[in-house]
C-alpha cells in the first residue's frame, strides 16, 4: 500500500483538448471562453484536476506543441485575460489545473530560435543542437517521429539542427545551464499564477546521446529517449522548481519499462509525482487481455508502495478507447462502461479523456485532406513518395490516426454537434445525432452517468486509491475475464469484467460465495440468473462487488 496520502493520489483527472471542446465565438475553433461555459458540465462529472493541452503562442504546425511565446496565450484559444479567469473558475469550482508543458523543443518560429539559428556565434546558438553534417549528410542516420530525418539543414550557417518531431519543432539543448535556468523561470512564471502542476510532454526525450552515433535500425526510435543525464535534468528541474510549491507532475515518458518508470516517479527519487507510460497505448495495436494483465502485472509489482501509475487509454495522441480496446458496434454503451471500470479500479491515477465519458468513437475520414494530424500527414506523403498505392496508405494510417480522438466534442443533435455556429476546424463525427452530452445527461443509464457513479465511488472509498491489487489466480490466463480484488485494511473489493462480445458463465471463488458479495456497481442490471456459486455475465459486462466481513 502507498502509505504517503496525497491530493493528487485520489484524484480523477479529465484531460481538455480545448481546440476540440467547445467554440464560443464561431471561429471553428474551440476555445478557453469556451470551456469556462462548459466548466459545470466536467464539475458534475466529478473530477478534480483538469489538465489543458498547451494554450501557448504557437503558429499551430502540432496543434499547440510548437511553442513561439511561453507566457503568451494563443489568440485561437483567447487571451491572458480570459485564462486568468479559467483558472479561478475551476478552483471556485473545488477542481484543479494543471498545464501541458513542452521543453524538448520550441516552435522554429520561436525567438530562441530564430536568434539561435541567425549566427554560429549568437549566445542562443547553443540553446539548440547544431552540427556539422558527414560528407554532405546529416550528422547520423536517425529518423524522427514525424520525418524521415531528425536532422534539418540550414543553408544560412551551413550546419543542421535537431528535431526529435517535426522540422517546425527545433529541440532544446538541455545541457546549456543558462537554457535551463530560462526554463525553470518560466515554470515559476506559471506556478506564480496559481496553476496545479503539470502535464510534461515527451519529458523523456530531453537528454541526446553524446555524438550522436548512428543507430543500429533508425526505424526503433527508442534512441530518442532515456538518454544518459535525463534524470540530472528532472531532479533539477524538482529541486529548482517543482518542490517548492503544492503541485503534481506528471510525465509523458515515452518507451520506459517499469523499473525505468520507477526512476521519474520513485517518491524518494524526487524527480516526478506519477507518469503515463506507452506499453499499452504505443506498443498494443487491438485488445490483448493476457498482454494487458501482464502490462498491469509488471507495472504494479516494480511501482506499488514506492511511486504512482497512471491508468489511461486513449488522449489526443491515441485513437478512442471503446473504438480501439473495445466494442463500438453494437456493446458501445457496456463497452465503454466495462473500460472505464477497469482504468477506475485498476491501481494508478485514473484519466478521462474528452468525450470519452459519453462514448465517443473513433472515425474514418475518406481522404487525407480531411485529416489534420501533421504525424499521420507527414506519414502519408512519406510512404507515398516510397510508391506506395495512396488509397492503401490511407487506409493504413486511419486506424491510428491521431485525429481519431481529436473531432469536435459532441454536445447535441444540432448541426456539428453543438460544437460551434461557425464551421469546424475537423469533421465532427458523423455519429453525433446518435452519441452526444445531452442524450446522455437525459438517460440515467447513460455512459455518463454510469462515470459519475464511478468518481462517486472513489471519492468515498479510499480502497480504490490505496487498497493493494490482486488477481484471482484461476482467470490470470483468462483472455476474457479479469478477475481481482483491491485490499485496503478490513476492506475488500472484488472486481469481475467479462471483455468479450460473448456472454460468460463464471464460477464464484470459493472465498467469495453470492452470500458474501455486495454489488456496489454494475453497467447491466442484476442477473435473476445468478446463482449462490455462479454469476452468469453477459457481454461486456463489469461488476464490483464489496467483499463481506464474514
Ligand atoms: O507526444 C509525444 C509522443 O509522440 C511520444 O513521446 C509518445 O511516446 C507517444 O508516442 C505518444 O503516444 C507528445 C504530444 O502528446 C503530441 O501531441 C505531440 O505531437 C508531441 O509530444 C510533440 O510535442
Redesign the pocket.
Known amino acids: 500500500m502507498n502509505n504517503n496520502k496525497t491530493w493528487w493520489k485520489e484524484s480523477v483527472v479529465y484531460q481538455v483538448y480545448w481546440r476540440s471542446f467547445y467554440d464560443s465565438d464561431g471561429d471553428g475553433y474551440g476555445d478557453l471562453e469556451g470551456l469556462i461555459q462548459k466548466l459545470d458540465y466536467i464539475r458534475d462529472l466529478g473530477v478534480d484536476i483538469i489538465w489543458l ?1 498547451p494554450v501557448y503562442e504557437s503558429p499551430d504546425k ?2 499547440g ?2 511553442i513561439s511565446d511561453y507566457e503568451a496565450i494563443m489568440p485561437k484559444a483567447g487571451t491572458m485575460d480570459i485564462w486568468e479567469r479559467l483558472l479561478s473558475e475551476v478552483h471556485a469550482r473545488g477542481m484543479k489545473l494543471i498545464m ?1 508543458l ?1 521543453v ?2 520550441t516552435s522554429d518560429r520561436h525567438p530562441w530560435f530564430l536568434e539561435s539559428r541567425s549566427s554560429r556565434d549568437n549566445p542562443k546558438r547553443d540553446w539548440y543542437i547544431w552540427r556539422d553534417g558527414k560528407n554532405g549528410e546529416p550528422p547520423n542516420n536517425w529518423r524522427s ?2 520525418s524521415p530525418s531528425a536532422w534539418e539543414w540550414d543553408e544560412a550557417t551551413g550546419q543542421y539542427y535537431f528535431h ?3 522540422v517546425e ?1 527545433p529541440d532544446l539543448n538541455w545541457k546549456n545551464p543558462e537554457l535551463r535556468r530560462e526554463i525553470y523561470r518560466m515554470m515559476r512564471f506559471w506556478l506564480d499564477k496559481g496553476i496545479d502542476g503539470f502535464r510534461l ?2 519529458i ?2 530531453l537528454a541526446k546521446p553524446e555524438g550522436f552515433p548512428d543507430a543500429e535500425n533508425p526505424e526503433d526510435i527508442r534512441y ?2 532515456n538518454n544518459p543525464g535525463l534524470h540530472d535534468y528532472i531532479r533539477e528541474m524538482n529541486e529548482q522548481v517543482f518542490r517548492h510549491y503544492d503541485i503534481v507532475t506528471v510525465g ?4 520506459v519499462s517499469p523499473e525505468e518508470g520507477l526512476k521519474f516517479v520513485g517518491e524518494d527519487r524526487k524527480e516526478l509525482n506519477t507518469l503515463f507510460h ?1 506499453e499499452v ?2 506498443e498494443m495495436p487491438a485488445w490483448d487481455m493476457l498482454r494487458f494483465k501482464e502490462i498491469q502485472r509488471r507495472w504494479y509489482k516494480v511501482l506499488w508502495g514506492k511511486g504512482t501509475n497512471s491508468q489511461f487509454l486513449n ?4 485513437t478512442r478507447q471503446v473504438t480501439r480496446y473495445g466494442n463500438d458496434g453494437p456493446y458501445r454503451v457496456q463497452s465503454a462502461k466495462l473500460l472505464a471500470t477497469m482504468l477506475h479500479t485498476l491501481p494508478g491515477i485514473p484519466y478521462i479523456y474528452q468525450g470519452e465519458e459519453i462514448g465517443m468513437t473513433g472515425v474514418r475520414f475518406d481522404s487525407i485532406d480531411q485529416y489534420n494530424d ?2 499521420m500527414k507527414n506519414r502519408y506523403d512519406e510512404e507515398v513518395r516510397k510508391g506506395r498505392d495512396p488509397q492503401e496508405v490511407l487506409q493504413s494510417l486511419q486506424a491510428l490516426s ?1 485525429d481519431n480522438s481529436r473531432t469536435p466534442m459532441q454536445w447535441n443533435d444540432s448541426l456539428h454537434a453543438g460544437f460551434t455556429t461557425g464551421t469546424p476546424w475537423i469533421n465532427v463525427n458523423p455519429n453525433y445525432k446518435e452519441i452526444n452530452v445531452e442524450k446522455d445527461l437525459s438517460d440515467p443509464n447513460s455512459i455518463y452517468r454510469y462515470y459519475q457513479k464511478l468518481i462517486e465511488l472513489r471519492k468515498k472509498h479510499e480502497v480504490m486509491v490505496y487498497g493493494d491489487f490482486e488477481e484471482l489466480p484461476e482467470w490470470m490466463e483468462d483472455k476474457h475475464l479479469y478477475v481481482y480484488t483491491r485490499t485496503l485494511g478490513d476492506t475488500r473489493w472484488l472486481i469481475v469484467l467479462n471483455h468479450s462480445d460473448e456472454p460468460s458463465s463464471m464460477r464464484l471463488p470459493s472465498d467469495y460465495p453470492a452470500s458474501a458479495l455486495q454489488l456496489l456497481l454494475s453497467n447491466y442490471p442484476e442477473n435473476e440468473a445468478d446463482t449462490d456459486d455462479r454469476i452468469e455475465l453477459r457481454p461486456h459486462e463489469a461488476r464490483i462487488y464489496a467483499i463481506r466481513r464474514a
Do not use: G, K, M, P
Not at 509523458?252 to 518507451?255: C, L, M, V
Open positions: 493541452n502540432d496543434n506543441y510548437d501541458d513542452v524538448n523543443h517521429y514525424f526529435s518531431f517535426a519543432q510532454d515527451a523523456a526525450l530518442l529517449t509523458e515518458t515515452a518507451f506507452f497505448c504505443d488522449n489526443h495522441d491515441h501533421i504525424a491521431r
